[in-house]
């Protein structure tokens, strides 16, 4: 079993509730993805992490929702660094103009992969880039997600279907990025089967409104701390959790600083955002 760090805190810095710090996206302890998917932006949300992001990725669609985001006169100020996908949803305008602006066009006409597939693969290929380069850069791998909630379903569990499998799976991105889904609502991260120790965000997510959501059918043994209802009634007894079964963990409350997590089947750990309460 895997026994794994999860730490949001260095969006501390990000969403901080002062002024941005005069900080250069190279001189950050860490090193910032994010990957745009076809859904509406978030300002809120988008336009902090976007100063002090190395990578931006928009899958196909998402090109034009990043366009018209922004006016005309701040447009150019907000560029995507690539553009994956099969290109059928992105409008030849939107390509051209950030074709012209130097953003690397990725047309990959497979349509046995999704565009967020495509857009992790890219993500990838960008880490085993980084590792071979001579003068490479070895930050911590943050890649963020954004605004994979909301909209279709089907489209919004194939985002969670596919993170789970690659995360699980493929050693690139497991040993080597720190993934999370994030929109204006929810974080959301994927658990392996193992021991787990979690610190949230205090600028950006709520200690209410907290989850644990079973993948791969029954989760037989599952136990907590740090939580207000924990899983597991004493340190020798655990609890299941199942979808469609007795029960699935909702609207939980964190209250100690740490969380831990030990759990015989992948999970999904999702906390709310404070944007969704001032906004409720």
């Known amino acids: 079993m895997s026994n794994k760090i999860h730490d949001t805190t260095y969006l501390d810095l990000i969403f901080s509730e002062e002024e941005f710090k005069e900080i250069a996206k190279e001189d950050l302890p860490f090193k910032i993805t994010l990957m745009l998917v076809n859904r509406p932006i978030t300002h809120e949300i988008f336009d902090p992490l976007y100063k ?7 899958c196909d669609g998402a090109s034009n929702r990043l366009y018209h985001a922004f006016s005309d006169s701040d447009r150019g100020n907000h560029l995507p660094t690539h553009i994956v996908g099969d290109l059928d949803s992105s409008k030849t305008e939107v390509i051209d103009y950030y074709k012209e602006k130097g953003v690397k066009i990725i047309k990959d ?69 720190e993934i999370i889904l994030l929109d204006q609502n929810s974080v959301t991260q994927y658990l392996a089967a193992g021991e787990h120790e979690i610190r949230i ?12 959501i079973p993948l791969s059918g029954k989760c037989e043994n599952i136990k907590t701390s740090g939580l207000k209802w924990n899983l597991g009634n004493s340190e020798e007894e655990f609890s299941s959790l199942e979808f469609g079964g007795e029960i699935i963990s909702t609207s939980n409350e964190i209250i100690e600083d740490v969380v831990t997590i030990e759990n015989s089947h992948s999970l999904m750990w999702t906390t709310t955002t404070k944007l969704y309460y001032e906004n409720d």
């Open 201 to 212: 965000s205090k600028n950006l997510e709520s200690k209410i409104g907290v989850g644990l």
């Open 52 to 58: 002090f992001a190395s990578n931006i990725i928009c």
């Open 109 to 177: 006409g497979d349509q046995d992969h999704t565009d967020f597939e495509k857009a992790l693969n890219l993500i990838k290929e960008l880490l085993v880039k980084n590792s071979e380069d001579e003068s490479k850069d070895d930050r911590p791998n943050k890649v963020i997600v954004l605004f994979p909630f909301g909209g279709r379903i089907d489209q919004t569990l194939s985002s969670m279907h596919v993170l789970s499998r690659y995360l699980t799976v493929d050693a690139e991105l497991k040993d080597n990025a």
